[in-house]
């Protein structure tokens, strides 16, 4: 298998067809292995690290696969490869697969590390979905080829599988969970707030953006230290190329017309992934961020979405509408 290795952020550019029919291929991925996620994280946070993305040719199909990989050096003083979008901002995190040829893949990714061994001392992989082969395929082939290798449950993705009505969802939540639900929905709507106000091509995305990220540090101290070290900036970059392409879902809901809660979510091949939100403690009574949460669970439910994904994190408040817990998981791989 040949394998292509590009080392600058051009590498996003020339892979982004192949990229894109690989994606169209591949059932189990999410938003954050697009090639415009990937590279826009990596022109907001390539500072100290080096990339190393992967394109793996096979007998005709190209790209068979992508590892999108950079080389960063750890507190320990180690070489340490991770995968391109960032542990802490991607909540889903693989090596992107065409179906079939997994198996090919992993063995000639492993082939490629051990020919370069001297320049990794580890492959570090987090937030790895747990059905991805990542977790099977790569690590059987890794220790085959003798290289140390751990495996452990690392986060819950908690999500809601949609029905396809408002009053179906309705049903499957507890008699206590579901009054308590459609009361703050009730409570907000009679205060104006009785549709979520949804971000469209007409607004100005900047402005509203700010709007959000007011809404996001009014809702604590560490929602407020979250958005330092050019966080927002990456927020405006992916939000811009996101609304353009008709991924990105921005709401607020409005109470006594003021902004009262906000959502940013994405919308990808049926998924709604809940990213971030924000509301103000001023409106606490009213359940604002609960309220709207609903609101946009009701539309995501009445367009067809199948799937509402929380993301990373085992809130009370994601289990009270419903969730059920998906674990990804950490996998290193150690050189020797």
Request: one cysteine or more; a negative charge; glycine letters at 8%.
């Amino acid at each position: 298998m040949e394998i292509d290795c590009y080392t600058d952020s051009t590498g996003f550019q020339k892979l982004e067809q192949g990229w894109e029919a690989l994606l169209d291929n591949n059932k189990r991925a999410t938003i954050f292995q697009t090639p415009e996620w990937n590279r826009i994280w990596w022109e907001n946070f390539r500072s100290g690290k080096e990339l190393m993305l992967l394109a793996f040719a096979g007998e005709g199909v190209s790209p068979v696969g992508i590892a999108p990989l950079y080389s960063t050096q750890s507190t320990e003083g180690q070489r340490v490869l991770r995968i391109v979008g960032g542990i802490d901002l991607s909540d889903y995190l693989d090596l992107i697969y065409h179906a079939g040829h997994e198996e090919p893949l992993c063995k000639a990714l492993l082939s490629y590390l051990r020919e370069n061994r001297g320049e990794w001392d580890a492959l570090e992989l987090h937030n790895v979905p747990a059905d991805s082969p990542t977790l099977t395929v790569l690590k059987k082939a890794a220790n085959e080829m003798g290289f140390q290798t751990t495996a452990e449950e690392e986060e819950v993705c908690p999500y809601i599988p949609l029905p396809s009505t408002w009053d179906d969802y309705l049903s499957t939540l507890s008699k206590k969970d579901r009054h308590e639900l459609r009361r703050k929905m009730r409570k907000a709507g009679s205060e104006g707030g009785d549709k979520r106000y949804v971000v469209g091509g007409e607004n100005n995305l900047s402005m509203e953006l700010d709007e959000f990220f007011r809404l996001h540090r009014k809702s604590g101290e560490d929602k407020k230290e979250f958005m330092e070290d050019g966080i927002e900036k990456f927020f405006h970059d992916f939000s811009a190329q996101f609304h353009e392409r008709g991924w990105l879902d921005l709401s607020f809901l409005e109470i006594n017309e003021q902004r009262a809660a906000s959502l940013l979510s994405f919308k990808y091949r049926g998924s709604i992934y809940l990213y971030n939100s924000g509301f103000d403690p001023a409106f606490s009574s009213y359940s604002a961020g609960i309220a709207l949460m609903g609101q946009s669970i009701k539309d995501a439910s009445e367009e067809g979405y199948q799937k509402y994904d929380f993301l990373r994190g085992s809130e009370g408040s994601k289990y009270r509408l419903g969730a059920q817990d998906v674990p990804v998981y950490k996998m290193n791989i150690y050189s020797g």
